[in-house]
């Protein structure tokens, strides 16, 4: 089941690779983003320096970590940088569950 929360919005406490398939966020800012159950989910965008973005979903969420599947809505996995936002936004994914 798809989950949302208004205006959640993070920024990442460390550099992720292209690869990575777990996030963690500022401490303290994970509590923005819903709380999942099984089989739960959402879809999180990071947005980099240069405004690139990329969208997951997001599997699980436990404190400040987010368990992730990269490169959704035909978006590309990439490399993210320490201070790199993730948001909850409204994606065409959300639209097609």
């Known amino acids: 089941m798809l989950k949302f929360t208004n205006n959640a919005s993070a920024t ?3 550099a992720i690779t ?3 398939t777990s996030v963690v966020l500022t401490a303290g800012n994970g509590s923005l983003f819903p709380a999942l159950g099984a ?3 959402f ?4 947005v980099d ?3 690139n973005l990329e ?3 997001v599997t699980a969420r436990t404190t400040d ?3 992730i599947v990269r490169a959704q809505d035909n978006t590309v996995a990439r490399a993210y940088a320490v201070g790199d936002k993730c948001e909850r936004r ?3 994914a959300d639209f097609a569950e």
């Open 39 to 41: 089989g739960e989910f």
């Open 65 to 67: 970590t987010l368990t």
């Open 55 to 57: 969208v997951v979903k």
């Open 12 to 14: 990442l406490a460390g």
């Open 18 to 20: 292209s690869t990575a």
């Open 43 to 46: 879809y999180a965008t990071f």
């Open 90 to 92: 409204v994606v065409a």
């Open 49 to 51: 320096s240069s405004n």
